[in-house]
């Protein structure tokens, strides 16, 4: 909910202060004078205030309070349903003596010439119509708080959502009402409120619960949304140190209409025809791709060849992959390089092993070198046997 605030000096677009008129009349004059004096600059002012003369039954001054707001944020279209005026309290005397319940602050509207600041023929621009229903009386105007005024009908019809809220204060018993106060020479009763120019948390506000318009930051918050009860008010009274808070309920219609209950019967509504779902087509196994055996070879003999390489204990050619291989190292190679491949089970009839030739014989023995006529290496006589032995060990000698 917006709340809205006079501006300090130096003002723009609103104001607040006070006016009065400062003569010597009877008390029926004075009342309706013209003004003869104004501040709009201090940082308190009086709101309510009645000052004798010393002459009997005549009255020397009366003031009155102005205070303006602009309201023009407030959406045009939008339904104000509450508005506070609140006032922080000052300071209160009551040198007259009156009866602290008769003297008594209320709302009205004022007219001053400017909306930004306040002139002394601006005494006589306040209304007489209350814009509230429940005057703040002397004995129960806080000084240490805000007083809040809550505005009815006529003071809500008095916001303006284009431009300048106008409000005054008077006192409504002796200054609205024309009651003559009691005289006592040369004495006076007022109460007075900090202003714009005090700032922070002591100046003027005025709080306005709308809805509709739209909202907002510029145009303040949709209050109540939509609700289907709202508080209208809440009353704060003080009695001879008995305090009771009075809290008023108003039904709202929600924007949409009203609230449909659980409870109550409801008509039920067709249900849309679902369209069927289409059933899902099966799906044909596919056949498995027959997939041939690959005929495994039969395990290929060993050569004879290689066979007769093996017993007489040379380097052969492995017939398979080209290879050649020491005979020691021949079952190695066929059990790693040709696992598939197998020593025929016939045996293979084997040359017998050669003898050593009758030269080596003469050579050994006559220790020459010689050529050894295996594996044609040249070997010293004296070597023969252990060449013999280590190189070729199946050669019978």
Same mark, same amino acid.
């Given at each position: 909910?917006?709340?809205?605030?006079?501006?300090?000096?130096?003002?723009?677009?609103?104001?607040?202060?006070?006016?009065?008129?400062?003569?010597?009349?009877?008390?029926?004059?004075?009342?309706?004078?013209?003004?003869?004096?104004?501040?709009?600059?201090?940082?308190?002012?009086?709101?309510?205030?009645?000052?004798?003369?010393?002459?009997?039954?005549?009255?020397?001054?009366?003031?009155?309070?102005?205070?303006?707001?602009?309201?023009?944020?407030?959406?045009?279209? /939008?339904?104000?349903?509450?508005?506070?005026?609140?006032?922080?309290?000052?300071?209160?005397?009551?040198?007259?003596?009156?009866?602290?319940?008769?003297?008594?602050?209320?709302?009205?509207?004022?007219?001053?010439?400017?909306?930004?600041?306040?002139?002394?023929?601006?005494?006589?621009?306040?209304?007489?119509?209350?814009? /509230?229903?429940?005057?703040?009386?002397?004995?129960?105007?806080? @000084?240490?708080?805000?007083?809040?005024?809550?505005?009815?009908?006529?003071? +809500?019809?008095?916001?303006?959502?284009?431009?300048?809220?106008?409000?005054?204060?008077?006192?409504?018993?002796?200054?609205?009402?024309?009651?003559?106060?009691?005289?006592?020479?040369?004495?006076?009763?007022?109460?007075?409120?900090?202003?714009?120019?005090?700032?922070?948390?002591?100046?003027?506000?005025?709080?306005?619960?709308?809805?509709?318009?739209?909202?907002?930051? @510029?145009?303040?918050?949709?209050?109540?949304?939509?609700?289907?009860?709202?508080?209208?008010?809440?009353?704060?009274?003080?009695?001879?140190?008995?305090?009771?808070?009075?809290?008023?309920?108003?039904?709202?219609?929600?924007?949409?209409?009203?609230?449909?209950?659980?409870?109550?019967?409801?008509?039920?509504?067709?249900?849309?025809?679902?369209?069927?779902?289409?059933?899902?087509?099966?799906?044909?196994?596919?056949?498995?791709?027959?997939?041939?055996?690959?005929?495994?070879?039969?395990?290929?003999?060993?050569?004879?060849?290689?066979?007769?390489? +093996?017993?007489?204990?040379?380097?052969?050619? /492995?017939?398979?992959?080209?290879?050649?291989?020491?005979? @020691?190292?021949?079952?190695?190679?066929?059990?790693?390089?040709?696992?598939?491949?197998?020593?025929?089970?016939?045996?293979?009839?084997?040359?017998?092993?050669?003898?050593?030739?009758?030269?080596?014989?003469?050579?050994?023995?006559?220790?020459?070198?010689?050529?050894?006529?295996? /594996?044609?290496?040249?070997?010293?006589?004296?070597?023969?046997? @252990?060449?013999?032995?280590?190189?070729?060990?199946?050669?019978?000698?």
């Amino acid at each position: 909910m917006p709340i809205y605030y006079p501006d300090a000096n130096p003002e723009t677009t609103s104001v607040d202060g006070r006016v009065g008129h400062y003569e010597v009349l009877l008390w029926a004059a004075l009342r309706v004078a013209a003004g003869t004096s104004v501040s709009d600059t201090t940082d308190n002012a009086e709101i309510a205030y009645i000052q004798s003369y010393t002459v009997t039954n005549y009255w020397q001054y009366l003031i009155r309070g102005v205070f303006l707001f602009d309201t023009s944020a407030l959406p045009n279209d /939008c339904e104000i349903l509450s508005a506070t005026l609140s006032l922080f309290g000052h300071s209160k005397s009551n040198g007259l003596n009156l009866s602290t319940t008769d003297f008594k602050v209320n709302i009205y509207a004022s007219a001053p010439f400017n909306s930004n600041g306040l002139a002394v023929g601006d005494f006589d621009s306040l209304g007489s119509v209350a814009f /509230c229903d429940t005057p703040i009386t002397y004995s129960a105007f806080s @000084t240490i708080g805000y007083n809040d005024f809550i505005l009815n009908t006529a003071g +809500l019809a008095a916001i303006s959502k284009t431009g300048i809220t106008k409000l005054g204060t008077r006192e409504v018993t002796f200054d609205v009402g024309g009651t003559v106060p009691t005289w006592s020479s040369g004495q006076f009763t007022t109460i007075r409120v900090w202003t714009a120019e005090k700032l922070t948390t002591y100046r003027p506000k005025l709080t306005v619960v709308y809805r509709g318009g739209g909202g907002g930051e @510029t145009g303040g918050s949709i209050f109540p949304t939509d609700p289907q009860t709202r508080v209208t008010s809440l009353v704060h009274r003080s009695d001879r140190g008995t305090y009771t808070l009075e809290i008023n309920l108003g039904e709202v219609v929600a924007d949409f209409g009203l609230p449909e209950w659980a409870s109550k019967p409801q008509t039920a509504l067709p249900e849309e025809p679902v369209a069927p779902v289409a059933p899902i087509a099966p799906v044909t196994p596919m056949p498995l791709a027959h997939i041939a055996p690959t005929p495994t070879p039969q395990s290929a003999p060993v050569p004879q060849q290689v066979a007769e390489g +093996l017993e007489a204990g040379g380097v052969i050619t /492995c017939p398979f992959c080209g290879v050649r291989v020491a005979f @020691t190292q021949w079952e190695n190679h066929l059990r790693f390089a040709h696992s598939n491949i197998g020593v025929a089970s016939t045996p293979t009839p084997v040359t017998p092993a050669p003898t050593i030739p009758e030269q080596v014989a003469e050579g050994i023995a006559t220790g020459v070198v010689i050529t050894c006529p295996f /594996c044609g290496v040249r070997v010293a006589g004296t070597q023969w046997e @252990t060449h013999l032995r280590v190189a070729h060990p199946n050669i019978k000698r």
